[in-house]
């Protein structure tokens, strides 16, 4: 029997939030602890809250200026009576020095975002994202420019100022743009973009913690995301240096990055940071956080808080070499708090101690063993959704591929819409990650645009409403154990 059949929705939450994965509970399988001896100090048995609470708050009006209208299914934002923007997302980045990335769209699209900014915070974030928050530097470059500065294509070196330097001063005369960075922004102003309009529940609120210095690079990021409509909360670090990443593509679509940290690693856990996570549905941990320790007490007490206050906890694996290096650094997070892991094949294995033969729907089986859910990549292959030892193929969706930077953090944007939207199909709400996964691989540049985020969550709204949404996956949909 699939597991959807097995669950039923509290009928006090409204159907249109009802979605199976809230049903969802964290458990340990007895059978599983001792297969791998480092995850029988994680799953504790202990009793976990069940993962519908997002329907709690949807029927409830808000208490942000500007004014609410009834539809079916509850309230929604009409930011028809918001007439000003906040002082800080009024600001062009024109004028910074640098060129932003998406500039020619931005003069339109940041012009139709602001129109429905918020005037003041919400009660409540739909999802709020803890990152590195990093100034992208992308550009496209050939292979005898990686191989004159001596990189190595398809990698992520961590480099100092003296090497951002260099490199920086090779790519004098290229082209290259400026954006508001790192993997967790990215999704997080995907998925603002399509939650940009009430199509099919109340518009998102998006926000992002980190750590930008006090220089005008953090200034920078914080206006982009904000002219994005992902409002960064965390105040800047006087005299900090705000981090950056150097994005070399070459013309086969492979990505090589250089990321200077800065300030980006030093993020504490203070009141402010508790009181966000406090009024949070969704919150997301970005995996490379895990490079620094201090953080990741930062981590833990933010997990523990959003654990209390009934939030979903989403960590990404964000790369290959940083689980390796602080694998029981994950578990710990991974085991003890998520509810949700996104990874690609290569992380999934490394998160399983998998050897590079094992397939990724293996890897996706034995870590929903462990996480209610699991989303696994593998790139033009396609992707897996894994729930209680089954696993859902989502085929790929077909694009001419120009830049893979950022697919991963598109499809992570889509998983995380589908839960917000509560969708109970699976198969569907995989289907709209990758295709906006495809979208994005099929452009210069890591962001989702407006206008095709629009156009995915109005097509993603009319299929479900054509076809009615499903409460059960069925058994042509999951590869089971």
Request: net charge negative.
């Amino acid at each position: 029997m699939s597991f959807l059949n097995s669950i039923s929705s509290p009928p006090q939450i409204n159907s249109l939030f009802c979605s199976p994965i809230f049903s969802l509970h964290r458990f340990h399988s007895p059978s599983f602890s001792t297969v791998y001896h480092r995850q029988q100090s994680y799953g504790n048995g202990r009793n976990i809250r069940e993962l519908w609470f997002l329907g709690d708050f949807r029927g409830k009006r808000r208490k942000n200026s500007g004014s609410m209208r009834k539809e079916k299914g509850g309230f929604f934002w009409d930011s028809s009576a918001c007439n000003s923007r906040g002082s800080s997302s009024s600001s062009s980045s024109k004028g910074d020095g640098f060129e932003s990335e998406e500039e020619e769209e931005e003069e339109v699209d940041d012009e139709e975002e602001g129109a429905r900014s918020f005037c003041v915070s919400p009660d409540r974030w739909d999802v709020l994202g803890l990152g590195q928050a990093m100034v992208d530097f992308s550009g496209m470059v050939d292979d005898e420019f990686l191989e004159r500065l001596g990189l190595e294509k398809g990698t992520r070196k961590v480099v100092n100022h003296e090497e951002r330097g260099r490199v920086l001063q090779a790519m004098d005369g290229c082209s290259y743009k400026a954006a508001a960075g790192g993997s967790l922004s990215n999704s997080l102003v995907a998925l603002a973009r399509l939650g940009y309009k009430p199509i099919g529940g109340p518009v998102l609120n998006v926000a992002m913690a980190g750590s930008v210095g006090s220089d005008p690079l953090g200034s920078f990021y914080r206006a982009k995301l904000h002219r994005a409509n992902v409002n960064f909360l965390s105040e800047p670090i006087k005299d900090g240096t705000t981090g950056t990443v150097i994005v070399l593509t070459t013309p086969d679509a492979q990505r090589t990055m250089l990321a200077y940290q800065g300030t980006s690693s030093a993020i504490n856990y203070d009141s402010c940071l508790a009181g966000i996570v406090s009024k949070t549905n969704i919150f997301v941990v970005e995996g490379y956080l895990f490079e620094f320790p201090d953080t990741i007490k930062t981590i833990i007490r933010a997990c523990e808080e959003a654990r209390r206050s009934g939030a979903l906890i989403a960590v990404t694996a964000s790369d290959v070499s940083c689980i390796e290096r602080h694998y029981d650094d994950f578990w710990e997070i991974v085991g003890n708090y998520a509810d949700i892991v996104f990874a690609n094949s290569d992380e999934a294995r490394a998160l399983c101690h998998f050897s590079s033969k094992e397939s990724p729907i293996s890897a996706t089986r034995y870590l929903s063993h462990f996480v209610p859910l699991v989303s696994v990549t593998d790139g033009p292959r396609g992707s897996y959704i894994g729930v209680k030892g089954e696993a859902v193929y989502i085929p790929p969706s077909p694009c001419v591929p120009v830049d893979t930077c950022g697919a991963g953090d598109a499809y992570a944007s889509g998983i995380l819409y589908g839960i917000l939207r509560g969708v109970m199909d699976l198969k569907g709400m995989g289907t709209l990650a990758a295709r906006i996964a495809a979208t994005v691989v099929g452009q210069q540049g890591t962001r989702l645009r407006v206008q095709d985020a629009i156009d995915l969550a109005e097509s993603f709204t009319f299929n479900l409403e054509s076809s009615g949404v499903s409460t059960d996956v069925g058994s042509d949909h999951i590869s089971s154990l």
